[in-house]
């Protein structure tokens, strides 16, 4: 199982606040290119958002399902890429005096890929893992640097 950890110059619900939002998930997930929809109780336990994966003219389009919602705790998801397979995402937030650190769980369950030996494919799910938790930071804090939610951050905070 790939685990990714980074530190997040905001609070939980910030990040919480981002994975809210179906619509910005190709924002922060490396390899998601486009949506194409998101359900309305989205993130709702059972629901799903419609994406497409990969450069045109070759998408692949596929879905995410959340399996739990504890926001600002806890978030897990299983995402669909089919011919490569499905995997659980587990995302975990927990307050930092510096912001929160968030740490992103990862490993196939179901196609081709469960079969691939972990020391193969853990390095390479980090590395895009550590790309997809600096996008999320980039949303989480922007919108709280720009007072998108309950509170505000300093730009001292921000490290600026």
Known sequence: ?????RLLHCPPE???AVLADGWT???????????????ENWPEPGSRIFHSVGVWPALIDD???VTEWDAPHRAAFIARGWPIGEARI???VRPHRDGCVVRMHEY???????YVPSVLTDPLI???NREA????????????????????????????
Do not use: K
């Open 126 to 128: 980090d590395l895009r």
């Open 25 to 39: 998930y190709p924002s922060w997930v490396v390899g998601a290119s486009r949506m194409r929809a998101v359900d």
């Open 1 to 5: 199982m790939a685990r990714t950890t």
């Open 133 to 160: 938790l600096h996008r999320l930071g980039y949303l989480a804090e922007g919108q709280w640097a720009n007072d998108e939610t309950d509170e505000r951050s300093t730009p001292d905070d921000r490290g600026e």
């Open 63 to 65: 879905e995410t399902e």
């Open 14 to 16: 910030a990040v919480f």
């Open 108 to 114: 196939a369950v179901r196609g081709p890929m469960q």
């Open 90 to 92: 587990v995302i975990e």
